[in-house]
């Protein structure tokens, strides 16, 4: 009953995240430590950074 009311719970969770993770986002990305923090580390992986500077020089 216990492992059934937590799927329940991490199901309904996960719907209202998905529903409304634009919002979220935006809401989270708007602290500037957050949005530091997700860039730089979104930095580091070569594939993001060739996509994000292609992008700037075409």
Partial sequence: ????MKT???SAVGAAAY???YPIMNRM???PAVRSLVVSTSMK??????????NMFE
Avoid: D, E, T
């Fill in 45 to 54: 992986s070569p594939l993001l950074r060739g996509k994000f500077l292609q």
């Fill in 8 to 10: 329940i719970l991490l």
């Fill in 1 to 4: 009953m216990r492992f059934l």
């Fill in 29 to 31: 990305l708007s602290m």
């Fill in 19 to 21: 529903k409304y993770r």
